[in-house]
């Protein structure tokens, strides 16, 4: 078997890039990249297709992962937009690879730990930025089924704070009404997880993170910016709050000196760039080794969100998926097989390769720019 083609096509109104790759036996494999400016040209570009892919076997995948690193050295092999678009090709190589054994991809990856993949709903605010509206949106979101929900609540700062990192008194007491009104209207065994978006010195978000211990969250999600890893381990040491990053590093090297520090309780990668679904193996395997567990991040359409979730099913320390997407229709519809997601969990597929099929009608419908997608 043989790799005949690589085509993208960039998606609209969310930036989703999804990957084609076609084989000399009629099997073609989906898979996803994360979005970002020049993704979809990357997928395509004849540096990355005719060095590593084009005329090789794709059934090896972690060979040709590494031949795709390789082939692309010069243009920063380990992170941003090559890493993503290396990421959604390694999925529909996995695809491939499933169909023509016969097996699901979490066969492939070393058989399930479970049947269902837990999902969290990341909301926003109502119709109000004011704790009650959060209060209502979340018991809303979980009265359709999902037993974890997650909440931005990071206020734009003032000139004066922007750039030092600092939260006001004021910021600080919403965050803690906001928050705890969220946590009084829900269920006792719902859990609440909230992302700051990195913005935080540790001192000023500590002062937040105290305010929390009693609130019994799931976690605090990137609390200071991602490229300090001494500063991560400060808070999390510092604080009962359980604490999540991730989602800005790449590979198992990325996430080498995190985990080797236990500067985070959970971790969080993007598994659509940060390596596809192997590599997403490969940091499982050392969070395991430190009893971290592995919650990733994830913006996906339908076709990412299930080629992780085969992941997340061969992994033991897995916790739960990230979900944005409630109500998109274009999500609940780029799929032949709807409504994946069923009170909070995805079922996973025991069909050949990643278990569902684009559908096309739509995804032409939707699209942005076709880069050999459809040939």
């Not at 190589?93 to 709903?121: E, M």
């Not at 931005?152 to 928050?179: G, L, M, W």
């Not at 993170?209 to 200071?224: G, I, K, Q, S, T």
Request: net charge negative.
């Amino acid at each position: 078997m043989k790799i005949t083609h690589v085509g993208a096509v960039l998606l609209t109104p969310f930036p989703w890039v999804l990957v084609k790759v076609k084989t000399d036996e009629g099997i073609t494999g989906i898979g996803e990249a994360y979005h970002g400016a020049g993704v979809h040209h990357i997928v395509t570009d004849p540096r990355l297709t005719e060095r590593a892919l084009i005329g090789k076997d794709p059934r090896h995948v972690d060979k040709l992962f590494h031949d795709m690193m390789y082939s692309m050295s010069a243009s920063g092999f380990y992170q941003g937009a090559v890493m993503s678009a290396i990421s959604g090709i390694e999925m529909a190589l996995w695809d491939i690879t499933g169909q023509a054994s016969g097996i699901p991809i979490w066969q492939l990856l070393g058989g399930k730990f479970r049947d269902k993949i837990r999902v969290y709903n990341d909301c926003h605010a109502g119709n109000a930025e004011t704790p009650e509206s959060y209060a209502e949106k979340a018991k809303a979101v979980e009265g359709r089924g999902f037993d974890a929900i997650k909440f931005d609540i990071d206020p734009q700062p003032t000139e004066r704070d922007r750039y030092n990192r600092c939260i006001s008194n004021h910021d600080i007491a919403y965050f803690i009404d906001v928050v705890t009104a969220i946590r009084d209207i829900l269920e006792p065994n719902t859990d609440l997880l909230i992302d700051a978006h990195w913005k935080y010195t540790p001192v000023d978000i500590l002062k937040v993170a105290y305010a929390f211990e009693d609130l019994n969250l799931m976690w605090l999600e990137d609390p200071v910016p991602p490229g300090n890893i001494e500063a991560m381990a400060k808070v999390t040491a510092a604080t009962r709050t359980p604490i999540c990053t991730g989602e800005n590093f790449y590979t198992r090297h990325g996430f080498r000196d995190l985990i080797q520090a236990q500067a985070a309780d959970i971790i969080s990668p993007d598994h659509a760039k940060a390596g596809g679904l192997l590599e997403g193996r490969k940091i499982a395997d050392l969070a395991d080794m430190y009893y971290i567990p592995v919650s990733p991040h994830n913006i996906c359409s339908p076709i990412g969100t299930m080629a992780v979730s085969h992941l997340c099913a061969a992994i033991p320390n897995f916790q739960v998926l990230e979900f944005h997407h409630l109500d998109n229709e274009v999500w609940n519809t780029l799929t032949i097989e709807r409504n994946l997601i069923q009170n909070g969990h995805i079922d996973i597929p025991g069909k050949p390769g990643l278990g569902v099929t684009v559908d096309e009608e739509v995804a032409r419908r939707v699209a942005k720019e076709d880069l050999g997608f459809f040939d």
